[in-house]
């Protein structure tokens, strides 16, 4: 296992609530990234980090903000959710100079 | 723009062979992964492959075609665990990974 644990695995907020899920690694690995996957678009990228507080936009970054103040953690937040936020967000870490990334569990969040 | 094509759902019977292709038009290649999925669950790694030819690991083989754009993923012995979806990605010249929407694979008995 590549030592990476997300947190929540499962929430249902509401419409306009803010959300914040969690990547936690223990690989020190520089590049941490946020992803999306829904039915027939495959994995999304949202943002992803390649050091302490450098962070960059992905495909679909509107709605989300990120932070990275330690190596190891890696937050992602939706300040308003809305239902086309409802999604499975899937953190992973690697791909530095082509190396392999390995992903998450997985966090399932249902805005309704 | 970049892409990546592979086909949506593919079936294929228990102890048999399946090849999963995948064609891609990125700006520049690093590499190119096969990943597979289970349902509900994360993408797991199964094979890397960055200069031509063919990368064979147990059960799993998987091809590369730079110049054709071009790579399969070939499964061979089919299980009913193989029963999964799998994600073909390249890694570009700034090495983002852009993936492909998945190909469903159902193995039946």
């Known amino acids: 296992d590549a030592g990476i644990t997300q947190s929540p695995r499962h929430k249902v907020t509401e419409t306009g609530t803010p959300v914040t899920l969690r990547c936690h690694q223990t690989e020190n690995h520089r590049y941490m990234y946020w992803y999306r996957q829904d039915p027939g678009h495959g994995l999304r990228l949202i943002h992803y980090s390649y050091g302490v507080k450098d962070t960059d936009k992905g495909e679909v970054s509107d709605g989300y903000s990120v932070s990275r103040s330690k190596t190891e953690d890696f937050l992602l937040t939706l300040e308003s959710a809305t239902s086309s936020q409802t999604s499975v967000y899937f953190c992973?870490?690697?791909?530095?100079?082509?190396?392999?990334?390995?992903f998450g569990e997985g966090s399932w969040l249902t805005v309704v | 723009g970049q892409n990546i094509d592979q086909p949506t759902e593919m079936t294929a019977t228990e102890g048999a062979i399946v090849q999963i292709n995948c064609t891609y038009q990125t700006s520049g290649f690093n590499g190119l992964f096969w990943y597979q999925q289970h349902a509900g669950e994360a993408p797991t790694f199964l094979s890397y492959n960055v200069l031509d030819g063919l990368e064979e690991k147990g059960r799993f083989s998987s091809f590369l075609s730079r110049s054709k754009g071009y790579s399969y993923l070939l499964l061979k012995e089919l299980q009913m665990k193989d029963s999964a979806s799998y994600l073909c990605?390249?890694?570009?010249?700034?090495?983002?990974?852009?993936w492909g929407a998945g190909t469903k694979l159902i193995i039946k008995p």
């Open positions: 990605a390249v890694m570009d010249s700034n090495y983002q990974l852009i």
């Open positions: 992973a870490i690697g791909g530095d100079s082509g190396n392999t990334i390995y």
